[in-house]
T-cell receptor, first 111, second 111 residues
Framework: NAGVTQTPKFRILKIGQSMTLQCTQDMNHNYMYWYRQDPGMGLKLIYYSVGAGITDKGEVPNGYNVSRSTTEDFPLRLELAAPSQTSVYFC??????????FGPGTRLTVT | QKEVEQDPGPLSVPEGAIVSLNCTYSNSAFQYFMWYRQYSRKGPELLMYTYSSGNKEDGRFTAQVDKSSKYISLFIRDSQPSDSATYLCAMSESGNTPLVFGKGTRLSVIA
């Protein structure tokens, strides 16, 4: 099993550009999550999904969108990138809410 | 008052020392308590998971939960340089509510 994979690993965006962060899991987990991690600030939940076709907002959803058309994939879309979205983004999946498996992260810089 | 408080460190100890990492919380409804370990430039990985109060031991690691004091701890015995990482506590009210993470404590074990 590859677990949770994320692409790209690194990306630099200009202000106002858009991009999609990809996340795929091969563990047949129903729950999937997107977090952002800023230095010294812990993990903040952006969006989560409890199954294909079902998504919900987390703590910091503004400026982001998600979709969940399959069990395996949970892409995160950034529209009109802003410097405040410079962060490390982690995707995670789980069978239950608590034992979450995290991907390696995407480091995004918006300049 | 933040929901979950965790001293960011850094904490530096000699190899073989006993390490104590702690979190306090304000939400008395939290019932599920977790510790995640995050190596530099990697995603977090689940280390320990405890439901309600009490102790749980796994090898050199012991997790303690004191719900009356709203205080959780992770003890690492015979610490090793490979334990050098950031340790994040996380907690939730139920199996259907999102995790709330602490900011993480950075630990260095010096050989």
């Amino acid at each position: 099993n590859a677990g949770v994979t994320q692409t790209p690993k690194f990306r630099i965006l200009k202000i106002g550009q858009s991009m999609t962060l990809q996340c795929t899991q091969d563990m047949n987990h129903n729950y999937m999550y997107w977090y952002r991690q800023d230095p010294g600030m812990g993990l903040k939940l952006i969006y989560y999904s409890v199954g294909a076709g079902i998504t919900d907002k987390g703590e910091v959803p503004n400026g982001y969108n998600v979709s969940r058309s399959t069990t395996e994939d949970f892409p995160l879309r950034l529209e009109l990138a802003a410097p405040s979205q410079t962060s490390v983004y982690f995707c995670a999946s789980s069978y239950s809410r608590h034992e979450q498996y995290f991907g390696p992260g995407t480091r995004l810089t918006v300049t | 008052q933040k929901e979950v408080e965790q001293d960011p460190g850094p904490l530096s100890v000699p190899e073989g020392a006993i390490v104590s990492l702690n979190c306090t919380y304000s939400n008395s409804a939290f019932q599920y308590f977790m510790w995640y370990r995050q190596y530099s430039r990697k995603g977090p990985e689940l280390l320990m998971y405890t439901y309600s109060s009490g102790n749980k031991e796994d090898g050199r690691f012991t997790a303690q939960v004191d719900k009356s004091s709203k205080y959780i701890s992770l003890f690492i015995r015979d610490s090793q340089p490979s334990d050098s990482a950031t340790y994040l506590c996380a907690m939730s009210e139920s199996g259907n509510t999102p995790l709330v993470f602490g900011k993480g404590t950075r630990l260095s074990v010096i050989a």
